[in-house]
């Protein structure tokens, strides 16, 4: 049942925190390790960084029997439709952590080969900085996902989701936009 | 035009015929970093040469890559051999005299092409292939000469200095001009 | 249009969504199936021209050309796979679990560093390198800055030289775990994968203290290295040593007797010295061949010919060999880093060359114009 399709009342509110819960508990991440952000991924996977304690120690090797995936790494143009195929096979809810500053906006590789941010591919949830960022920093951005899955904010954005048109030529001077980590605060 | 070593000694016509081992042996000179010895043929002699090399106890190629020298100011040569603007530089590693060798071959812009050294050492291979993909350069007698990073209906060679490095204009950082 | 119960019904197509990605298809590589594929090709994929000494030549009636379609099954084991560790893209002809053929493709990660690099001064050149093989950093950093200081003529001091002959065995240790780490898992023991990165986590700290990142530091400049080993590595580097070499024996007990392990492992992917000299393979790949070539001991660089260790050969060149070796080498990599907490001297850790390193933060403000 999709949480989307429920009538949004107060007999259905608690099976919705229920289904939230559930979902936010046990995200199961896709491998798709491609560089040296995957050594940094499969080492907070490991002992010292456990992601088992939030139920994630499962790499799942199908993606259709994942919710997350975790582009650790540069994507490169070749490896571009690979990586669409690969989200298109998962299967909804899904979300995608774009880790490492190579996925999120193509790093310090800015040039024909890297593919400049892979939300020029697919749709990102949420981006971790760092070259590679190290696990903490990915444990931050999972937990950060686990707050957006509880508090609803993810499908509520997908459900209204027409996406932004950007302008051509912005007219005022750019102003970077808070990220969102910050806006939420540190999770518990 | 012969064959040259690196003092600008003839090391045999273009048949590399009479390549005498003691030519091979003498380290007196180094004539690049990080080698007992640099070797400058045509690109007629050059398969024939690593061949020698290869009898003579080379046993592996330890690289093979192309060069493009389109902006570089000026190299070092040594007299009779005219410079175009691609390089084909093979390093041969001996490790039974542990011993360096190296051979520049110049490669002309107009025909881009030159021997393969598959049959000699099948190792070079992919070295060749990356060698044609990312600078242009078309390699005779390779069993399957074709794209091996780029995807395969990219068009134009990568590392060329005419081609751009492909940069997207970033806050913060303009797009340099050339060094 | 169809007929149901004597009425026509227009049929529904379902067309695939325009926005899906296209099949990657890889023109001229492409594994064909044996009937057509020429036969100079299947010799070609079942590594019959690559893979054989000087002087011999295979026989095409050894091959199975005749082999009909229907017996084998062509796969493609895609670039995102969790065995291929990083992006690697194998067509494969199996029958059963057995590799007939198999085509290659690679290219999924090209950076264009070459391209970056172009662009880079000296100091921004080791940001660029060290990234190409992710796994031992620091190696790169030291081969780039070691060919930098070879052309521009630049003497480092000799406590330089040390302090990266002790990063580069710590980094190899920490890529020796990972291998372990990683091949462990693969061959289904998730402890081992436990373990290796434990061990890791415990070098990476190491760098973490010294360099300032634990992976893809940007330590080994031109010149020299960025910063001083921090005080109290020597009681550090001796925990280190001690806890990793108990614990590889604890790796011997785990995975050297076991008998699934060996199975799994002996005789599987075994390689002739004249194939790996053929196809230019170097490090424990050669020397898990019999070919006693250990960089370190025949054209010694850095302060390796100051130290004192063993190069680890192996006869048959297959897996085990190549875990062995490795393991081994961890253990060297641990004798040498005892020898080096010993030997290391004292003095500057990088070379004031106006050309590659920065003025100390002293004299910039004097010879800076001041505002």
Known sequence: MALEDLPHNFLTGSIEELVKWARKSSVWPATFGLACCAIEMMSAGAADYDLARFGMEVFRNSPRQADLMIVAGRVSQKMAPVLRQVYDQMMEPKWVISMGVCASSGGMFNNYAIVQGVDQIIPVDVYAPGCPPSPETLIHAILTLHQKIQTGEITKRRHEGTPIELEETPSSPWVPEMPTAIRLGTPR | ?179 | MTTIDDQEVPMRVIERPAWSAKETSEGPQELLERSGTPEEEILREAGGVLRLPDGHVLDAGQIDVERSDDETMIINMGPQHPSTHGVLRLMLELDGETVLRTKSVIGYLHTGMEKTGEELTYVQGATNVTRMDYLSPLHNEAVFSLATEALLGVEIPDRATWIRTLMLELNRVSSHLMWMATNGMDLGSTSMMIFGFREREMVMSFFEKTTGLRMNNNYIRPGGVAADLPDGWEDDIDILCETILERTFEYDQLLTGQPIFRERTEGVGGLLAEEALALSVTGPLLRSTGVPWDLRRTMPYLAYDQLDFDVLVGTYGDNFDRYAIRLGEIRESIRMIRQILEKMPTGDYRVQDPKVTPPPRGRATCTLPCW
Not at chain 2, 14 to 29: K, Q, R, T, W, Y
Not at chain 2, 43 to 58: D, I, N, P, T, W
Not at chain 2, 85 to 99: G, I
Not at chain 2, 156 to 167: E, I, M, N, V
């Open chain 2, 1 to 179: 035009m012969g064959s040259r070593d690196a003092n600008g000694n003839s090391i045999g016509d273009s048949s590399v015929s009479d390549l005498a081992l003691g030519e091979l042996n003498d380290v007196s000179h180094a004539g690049g970093i990080g080698v007992d010895q640099v070797l400058f043929p045509t690109r007629e002699a050059y398969h024939g040469l690593v061949l020698r090399l290869k009898e003579s106890g080379f046993e592996m190629c330890a690289d093979l890559c192309a060069v493009d020298f389109l902006t570089h100011p000026g190299r070092a040569l040594p007299d009779g051999i005219r410079p175009e603007r691609f390089e084909v530089v093979v390093n041969l590693l001996s490790l039974s005299q542990k011993r360096r060798v190296r051979v520049r071959v110049q490669v002309p812009e107009s025909d881009a092409s030159i021997a393969s050294l598959f049959d000699v050492y099948p190792g070079s291979e992919a070295m060749e292939r990356e060698a044609y993909d990312l600078i242009g350069i078309r390699f005779s007698n390779h069993p399957d000469l074709t794209r091996i990073l780029m995807p395969e209906e990219w068009e134009g060679h990568p590392l060329r200095k005419d081609y751009g490095s492909g940069r997207v204009p970033v806050q913060f950082k303009e797009t340099p001009g050339p060094r």
